[in-house]
Nanobody, 124 residues
Framework: QVQLVESGGGSVQAGGSLTLSCAAS????????MAWFRQAPGKEREGVAA???????RYASSVQGRFTITRDKDKNTGSLQMNSLKPEDTAIYYC??????????????????WGQGTQVTVSS
């Protein structure tokens, strides 16, 4: 079973930046997919960004151009650089990963390993 640990959440004013990090353990090879999801109060968990082992990325339209997902495939670590943050980005952010090859990169059901979550709060 893959274990994930996130770090880097916090509070920032609108227009500011934050970087989230995720470290995976318990898997000796390069994980095929790593992703970031978020869940705001009263809302469903939504996919934010995903990256494959080969560095191919996908983003939700709401964050395209503002967020950047990266990873070190040899170390199974990942990051989410968040710029131009908006109050609507406020949520708990979760790192996710799977050792399987998946078709729906931003769908939570495709992932079987999750971090504990880190809070991101953006004030106006």
């Amino acid at each position: 079973q893959v274990q994930l640990v996130e770090s880097g959440g916090g509070s920032v004013q609108a227009g500011g930046s934050l970087t989230l990090s995720c470290a995976a353990s318990g898997y000796t090879n390069s994980l095929p997919f790593m992703a970031w999801f978020r869940q705001a109060p009263g809302k469903e968990r939504e996919g934010v960004a995903a990256i494959s082992r080969y560095g191919v990325t996908r983003y939700a339209s709401s964050v395209q151009g503002r967020f950047t997902i990266t990873r070190d495939k040899d170390k199974n670590t990942g990051s989410l650089q968040m710029n131009s943050l908006k109050p609507e980005d406020t949520a708990i952010y979760y790192c996710a990963a799977t050792p399987q090859y998946i078709a729906r990169w931003l769908v939570s059901d495709e992932y079987n390993s999750w971090g504990q979550g880190t809070q991101v709060t953006v004030s106006s």
